[in-house]
């Protein structure tokens, strides 16, 4: 007489692989779950997107503009000058963009609307408007001079504004690398 095996879930499983256990299923769940919780983790502190508000980066970005933040050098680089960064005005509440103009122990002045650094003249090639003259001032330690690349009266909120001034380097939340709407490279820093 002939036996007639009867398909169970036990059968269906393939004869040499063993029964994944709760605690097996368990560990394989919280393995994936801490995977992503360290994907999310790097991408939020080292990619970042913000909107371009406003008219004071113009030429350079204009708008509504979506740029592309990169936080991985504010953990292990200093700014550098002509640098397009993120800042978070902690006390005032919100973030502006800007560019770096000045670093620790540089000398700024504007003269005739041509910006010097240590008395040498920046190659602006990026700017729009003139700037109003400024007395020299010295960057203070882990400071640094921002402006707008709108250097037009009134546009751009930046170091030159009393409100605003030097700015602590530890403020820059990001730099932008790329404008993804409309997409174009931002800047190099600049050589002085």
Not at 52 to 62: A, L
Not at 77 to 82: C, D, F, R, Y
Not at 140 to 157: A, I, K
Not at 164 to 183: A, E, R
Request: no cysteine.
């Amino acid at each position: 007489m002939e036996t007639i095996k009867l398909k169970t879930k036990e059968n269906d499983a393939a004869p040499n692989q063993p029964k994944k256990s709760f605690q097996s299923e368990l560990l394989s769940w919280l393995r994936f779950f801490l995977i992503l919780a360290v994907v999310y983790f790097l991408m939020i502190n080292s990619i970042g997107l913000t909107r371009v508000v406003g008219h004071s980066m113009d030429p350079t970005m204009q708008d509504g503009s979506i740029v592309l933040l990169n936080k991985i050098p504010t953990h292990f680089t200093k700014p550098a000058l002509g640098d397009v960064v993120v800042i978070h005005e902690e006390a005032k509440g919100y973030e502006i963009i800007k560019r770096i103009i000045g670093l620790p122990g540089d000398t700024v002045k504007i003269e005739k609307g041509v910006v010097y650094v240590n008395d040498s003249p920046l190659p602006e090639l990026y700017t729009q408007g003139v700037s109003e003259d400024m007395a020299p001032l010295t960057i203070l330690q882990d400071h640094m001079f921002v402006l707008g690349d709108n250097r037009t009266l009134g546009e751009s909120m930046d170091s030159r504004d009393p409100s605003i001034g030097q700015i602590p380097i530890t403020d820059i939340k990001g730099y932008v690398s790329l404008s993804l709407f409309p997409f174009y490279r931002v800047a190099k820093p600049l050589e002085v």
